[in-house]
């Protein structure tokens, strides 16, 4: 199996407003690189069990049972932190076809991002505005863990993490000063590429 490399911040870790330095590199260096290297980990170790002909799984618990409740876990922490990070470093003003889009769903641009902090408050892991492939539309979707809230056949578009780590040291407990310094960092040249790529993308 192909192993995964870890991908760099496409920003300063010291350049954004209201998300510091220390959060964005222990965020990034530390847990974000943690989940790639891990996954590595897995994949040899399934690779071995593959190769060796005698795979045996067992619901209650087994090796391979683990292993693969793991290859879920991490290998979404790896694409929603990469998805994260790939949208983060702008100015945080709304444009591209992606905004009117928002706007015309939500009825205004403020009333989805009323509506999608609302969401953020209430996950407690990740909050994630989607292409749905079933319904071709866009969706915000929470997830309270890597592997537990994802919809099959959604695309990502804008992840917001909401997990402590990506804002405790900045804000504390605060998490609603964390979210809209998040709206204040997006890229929104990087989101409409995100949209554009995901709407070409149909359930047939």
């Avoid at 530390?30 to 060796?52: F, H, M, P, R, T």
């Avoid at 693969?68 to 949208?87: M, P, Q, S």
């Avoid at 892991?125 to 979707?141: C, N, P, Q, S, Y």
């Avoid at 919809?151 to 405790?168: K, M, Q």
């Amino acid at each position: 199996m192909s192993k995964k490399e870890i991908k760099s911040l496409p920003f300063a870790a010291d350049s954004l407003k209201g998300i510091s330095q220390k959060t964005i590199e222990i965020h990034h260096g530390k847990l974000y690189a943690g989940y790639v290297n891990k996954s590595n980990e897995i994949k040899d170790k399934l690779q071995v069990i593959i190769e060796s002909g005698k795979a045996e799984g067992n619901q209650a618990y087994s090796e391979l049972r683990a292993l693969k409740n793991g290859e879920g876990f991490t290998n979404n922490g790896v694409y929603l932190h990469e998805d994260y990070f790939a949208i983060l470093g702008g100015d945080g003003m709304p444009k591209g076809e992606i905004a009117g889009k928002l706007a015309e769903k939500y009825g205004s641009f403020e009333n989805f991002k009323t509506y999608f902090s609302a969401c953020g408050m209430a996950a407690r892991g990740w909050t994630v505005l989607a292409w749905d492939m079933h319904e071709k539309d866009l969706r915000i979707f929470n997830c309270d863990a890597h592997n537990h809230g994802g919809i099959w056949g959604a695309v990502p578009v804008i992840v917001l993490d909401i997990y402590e780590h990506a804002y405790f040291i900045d804000a504390g407990s605060d998490r609603a000063t964390y979210i809209r310094a998040f709206f204040d960092n997006l890229n929104w040249d990087k989101i409409e590429e995100f949209y554009q790529k995901a709407k070409k993308m149909e359930w047939e």
